[in-house]
């Protein structure tokens, strides 16, 4: 059974792997380490057996608010319930942290993603105009907690 842990160094090159498979998303090992020295808490991940099944990085805008820059489970893990379950103690851990909100951005196209966060309390608040580095738009969404 998978468990969620805080992000550690080793787990980078799963991550990166996994964010390029997922999003054909290519960022500098940098990137990744920059959020977690910002914000540790906001960096996990959902392990089982010493591979990386999911994560979640993100961010502090303040002390009140944070925001999901990327969340994402691997192909092979889809489907079983743990997105769910995943980003529920990731709330968890923001709502022990005071966080009062999150914010994420998810592609107009990407409407299994938009019903997976409205399905936890997400909410639509707007329209990202050429978001994404294709140009597609984004929908902003938020929960408060």
């Known amino acids: 059974m998978p468990v969620v842990r805080e992000f550690q160094y080793s787990d980078l090159d799963q991550i990166m792997y996994h964010v390029a498979d997922l999003f ?3 960022n500098p090992p940098e ?3 920059l959020i977690y ?3 540790p808490e906001g960096f996990i991940v959902l392990e089982d057996e010493g ?14 608010d944070a925001r999901i820059l990327i969340m994402g489970i691997v192909k092979d893990s889809q489907g079983k319930g743990y997105g769910k379950i995943f980003l529920k103690e990731f709330l968890d851990r923001a709502r022990r942290a005071n966080i009062k909100k999150i914010l994420l951005e ?7 993603a938009q019903e997976f966060y409205a399905s936890l309390g997400f909410s639509a608040t707007g329209i990202l105009k050429e ?3 294709d140009s597609e ?3 902003s969404m938020e ?3």
């Open 24 to 26: 054909d998303q290519v």
């Open 31 to 33: 990137f990744y380490t």
């Open 37 to 39: 020295e910002h914000w």
């Open 51 to 64: 591979k990386v099944h999911g994560f979640i990085i993100a961010n502090l805008l303040s002390a009140d």
């Open 106 to 112: 998810v592609r107009i196209s990407n409407t299994k």
């Open 131 to 133: 978001f994404y580095q």
């Open 137 to 139: 738009d984004a929908y």
């Open 143 to 145: 929960k408060k907690i």
